[in-house]
């Protein structure tokens, strides 16, 4: 399947061979996602997190309620985006990198989220 530099949103349940097949590749070894948990979706494939905003509505509002990871290849979730900064700061925290998500509700929330789309 062919994505262009958003991403694409999920439908259907998809597996790693799945996201390692799509085309193009922006990265070797994994592929980054956004979760915009209000609406419980997940957009995979883009070259930088924030591209995913595009295929909402682009506004400010909707960027600050999206989280952003990159999912490895082997399975391996890292919570790392820029757009993780402001919920970091929304709940007064101070992790070692403000771009990683550590708050153990919001994890738990979003992998939920992830696992009803991927087949980790």
């Known amino acids: 399947m062919e994505i262009d530099i958003r991403g694409i949103l ?3 349940k998809v597996n790693l061979q799945w996201l390692k097949d799509l085309s193009p590749q922006h990265f070797e070894d994994f592929i980054k996602f956004v979760i915009y948990p209000e609406q419980e979706n ?4 883009m070259q930088i997190h924030s591209h ?4 909402l509505d682009g506004k400010e ?5 999206l ?3 990159n999912l490895f290849y082997d ?4 919570w790392e985006s820029g757009l993780n900064v402001f919920h970091n700061e929304r709940l007064n ?3 070692s990198n403000f771009r990683f ?3 153990k509700e919001t994890l738990i929330c979003l992998n939920k989220i992830l696992n009803k789309w991927i087949d980790l």
């Open 67 to 69: 989280y952003g990871g």
């Open 101 to 103: 998500i550590e708050d």
């Open 93 to 95: 925290l101070t992790p």
């Open 75 to 78: 399975g391996h979730v890292e």
């Open 52 to 55: 995913a905003n595009g295929l």
């Open 42 to 45: 997940v957009f995979i494939g």
């Open 61 to 65: 509002s909707t960027r600050q309620k």
């Open 10 to 12: 999920l439908t259907q």
